[in-house]
């Protein structure tokens, strides 16, 4: 299992001036044995709205992919801005990404919905692979991901 550990500070879209306090979520995506080469991921937030708020990390370092990591895409026009300082390498089939983040508190039973989109080269892309709410309550329960996402789980 490839462990990464990061120390987020928000960027400009996900850091309001006024909701200065944050903790620190552990994002834990596991991926199912699909068969296939490494998975590019794109972990994101909406707000209440369905407004894109910012990017959280991007696994997978080729951005000639991006585009197929479609949601994101759209939402961002693909926009390397957003994900710089906050990538990594993709994820194989079985293996789990596990990163740490310092989020605002003021996303949390606010309306903000967490999102990943993935795609795999030679294989059909998935966006929205998960959608879950960010929740205090959510935390630690295990969301199930629709293609290459074995489960997801975020923990405070």
Same mark, same amino acid.
């Given at each position: 299992?490839?462990?990464?550990?990061? @120390?987020? +500070?928000?960027?400009?879209?996900? @850091?309001?001036? +006024?909701?200065?306090?944050?903790?620190?979520?552990? /994002?834990?995506?596991?991926?199912?044995?699909?068969?296939?080469?490494?998975?590019? /991921? +794109?972990?994101?937030? @909406?707000?209440? %709205? $369905?407004?894109?708020? &910012?990017?959280?990390?991007?696994?997978?370092?080729?951005?000639?992919?991006?585009?197929?990591?479609?949601?994101? =895409?759209?939402?961002?026009? $693909?926009? !390397?801005?957003?994900?710089? &300082?906050?990538? &990594?390498?993709?994820? $194989?089939?079985?293996?789990?990404?596990?990163?740490? *983040?310092d989020l605002a508190d003021?996303?949390?039973?606010?309306?903000?919905?967490?999102?990943?989109?993935?795609?795999?080269?030679?294989?059909?892309? %998935?966006?929205?692979?998960?959608?879950?709410? *960010?929740?205090?309550? &959510? +935390?630690?329960?295990?969301? !199930?991901?629709?293609?290459?996402?074995?489960? =997801?789980?975020?923990?405070?």
């Amino acid at each position: 299992m490839k462990s990464l550990l990061a @120390t987020f +500070a928000l960027s400009t879209a996900l @850091t309001i001036p +006024a909701l200065a306090s944050a903790q620190p979520v552990t /994002l834990k995506t596991t991926l199912n044995n699909y068969g296939g080469d490494g998975a590019y /991921l +794109a972990l994101y937030v @909406t707000d209440p %709205s $369905g407004a894109y708020a &910012g990017s959280l990390w991007m696994a997978g370092g080729k951005s000639k992919y991006y585009e197929h990591l479609r949601d994101w =895409f759209r939402a961002t026009g $693909g926009d !390397p801005a957003q994900i710089n &300082g906050i990538t &990594g390498a993709s994820v $194989g089939a079985g293996r789990t990404l596990e990163i740490t *983040l310092d989020l605002a508190d003021a996303l949390f039973d606010a309306g903000y919905t967490l999102h990943i989109d993935a795609a795999v080269e030679d294989m059909r892309d %998935s966006p929205n692979e998960i959608a879950v709410p *960010l929740t205090t309550e &959510g +935390a630690g329960t295990p969301v !199930p991901g629709r293609r290459y996402v074995a489960d =997801f789980t975020y923990d405070m």
